[in-house]
C-alpha cells in the first residue's frame, strides 16, 4: 500500500506544488480531498487512509499560519460570521439577495442582485437563481442534486472492470457533484 500512494504522490505531488505556487489553496484542498477519495476507493488500508487525512489537516493548518493571504481570507470569513459589518461586498450583496427572494421569487430577469454583484454568472450564481425563482425552486434544486450524484457516482461506479477505471470515474464524479458544492 505504501508503494503504491508514493508512486501516486509523484505526479500529485508535482501538480500541488505548481497549484500551491499560484497560490490557490482553495483549489488546492479540492485537489487533495478528490486524491483521498481515490485513495479510499482502492481499497488503501484505513491506517494509511488516516495518516492522508491528518497530512491534510497538518497542511491546512501549515497554510494558516505560513499563508499570510490565507489566514486573513480565513480571518475576515470568521469575523463576518460574527459581526455583520465586516461581511465582503460579495457575500453582504448576495445574502440580500437571499433575502429578496420570499418563497416564489421576483421573477425571471427581476432580480436585482445581479445587476450589482460582481461574478454573479458564475461565483454568485445560486442568490440570483434564489432571488429570481425563489426559495422552493432553490430547496428543489438542492434537494434533487444529491441523488442524482450518488446515482451517477454508483451507476458509473459499478460499470467498469478494471480498478482504474472506476476509481477515476469516481474522482471526477466526486469533483462534480459532491465536492464542488462543499465550496
Do not use: W
Not at 17 to 30: A, E, R, S, T
Amino acid at each position: 500500500d505504501f508503494l503504491k500512494i508514493i508512486i501516486s504522490l509523484i505526479p500529485f505531488g508535482i501538480v500541488c506544488f505548481l497549484i500551491l505556487c499560484q497560490p490557490d489553496i482553495g483549489m488546492l484542498m479540492l485537489l487533495i480531498a478528490i486524491y483521498i477519495t481515490q485513495i479510499f476507493l482502492s481499497n488503501i488500508k484505513f491506517k494509511t487512509l488516516f495518516c492522508c487525512g491528518l497530512s491534510t489537516i497538518a497542511l491546512a493548518f501549515l497554510c494558516y499560519f505560513t499563508l499570510p493571504h490565507v489566514r486573513s481570507r480565513i480571518n475576515n470569513y470568521v469575523a463576518s460570521l460574527q459581526n455583520e459589518e465586516k461581511m465582503n461586498y460579495q457575500v453582504f450583496t448576495s445574502i440580500k439577495g437571499y433575502n429578496n427572494a420570499g418563497i416564489m421569487g421576483q421573477g425571471f430577469l427581476e432580480g436585482k442582485v445581479k445587476a450589482v454583484i460582481p461574478d454573479c454568472h458564475t461565483d454568485f450564481i445560486f442568490p440570483v437563481i434564489t432571488e429570481e425563482f425563489g426559495f422552493i425552486f432553490s430547496a428543489f434544486i438542492i434537494i434533487l442534486s444529491y441523488p442524482f450524484s450518488m446515482f451517477f457516482c454508483n451507476s458509473t461506479n459499478f460499470s467498469f472492470k478494471p480498478i482504474f477505471a472506476c476509481v477515476y470515474t469516481c474522482g471526477i464524479a466526486s469533483r462534480i457533484y459532491c465536492f464542488t458544492k462543499l465550496i
